[in-house]
């Protein structure tokens, strides 16, 4: 099956500056990469997502990028905000044309602190 | 929004205990799907359904089964619940356009 690996673990970063979180996957059939934030005690919750027909995508101070060929997608955070802090997880899995996604698969997490 | 509602927000069961756990969706939803979340793991499948009474393994069904006897309902059962069954529990349904997670239950077994 899909196997996610995602780093790094802990993330520190000062108020203004970028964050950088990267996940490798291993199954070249998945296609659909989506990112979720959880903050301490909340579910989950999707910020960002990427089909494999697309190499990059953003989202005001959110962007994330894929490389197919490489296997690896990345998230983008600029100009960090307090608010920005929360564990960060990104997926992997191959969602069915017909609608719906398969199971994702998680990579283990970042913890992302910003630092005022 | 999409709501996903999970009947306890916290749980405490006795070893050989036989556990369920609720989680209903209000969006008409095929998917839907049991993660189990520990620190250092991340989250991981547990099960999932396509459709009424349609399931599928995930990565650690062991100790696991569920039950979808209705669209909007998906029921994660432990049959004899375990010490290492202690975690946190989400439940999410999906569309084309992502998961939206229920609010989690954390499962005490002592």
């Known amino acids: 099956g899909e196997n996610v690996e995602q780093h790094p673990s802990t993330l520190s970063v000062q108020e203004g500056d970028s964050a950088v979180i990267k996940c490798t996957y291993s199954d070249s059939a998945s296609n659909y990469f989506p990112w979720y934030k959880q903050e301490l005690g909340k579910r989950p919750q999707l910020i960002i997502d990427i089909r494999s027909n697309v190499g990059e995508k953003k989202d005001q101070r959110i962007a994330v990028t894929l490389n197919k060929t490489a296997k690896h997608f990345s998230l983008h955070i600029t100009e960090t905000q307090p608010e920005d802090s929360a564990v960060y997880f990104c997926?992997?899995?191959?969602?069915?044309?017909?609608?719906?996604?398969?199971?994702?698969?998680f990579g283990k997490g970042t913890h992302l602190i910003i630092q005022p | 929004d999409v709501k996903v509602t999970q009947s306890s927000r916290y749980l405490v069961k006795r070893t050989g205990e036989k556990v369920f756990l609720e989680c209903v969706q209000d969006?008409?939803?095929?998917?839907m799907f049991w993660y189990r979340q520990d620190p250092g793991l991340g989250l991981r499948l547990i099960y999932f359904?396509?459709?009424?009474?349609?399931?599928e393994k995930g990565d650690i069904p062991e100790g696991y089964s569920v039950s979808r006897e209705k669209k909007e309902r998906f029921s994660l059962i432990l049959e004899s619940a375990s010490t290492n069954q202690t975690s946190m529990y989400l439940c999410?349904?999906?569309?084309?356009?992502?998961?939206?997670f229920g609010s989690g239950t954390r499962l005490t077994v002592v």
């Open positions: 969006m008409d939803h095929e998917n």
């Open positions: 359904s396509y459709d009424v009474k349609m399931k």
């Open positions: 997926a992997a899995s191959i969602s069915h044309s017909g609608g719906g996604a398969d199971g994702l698969t």
């Open positions: 999410a349904s999906s569309t084309n356009y992502g998961y939206t």
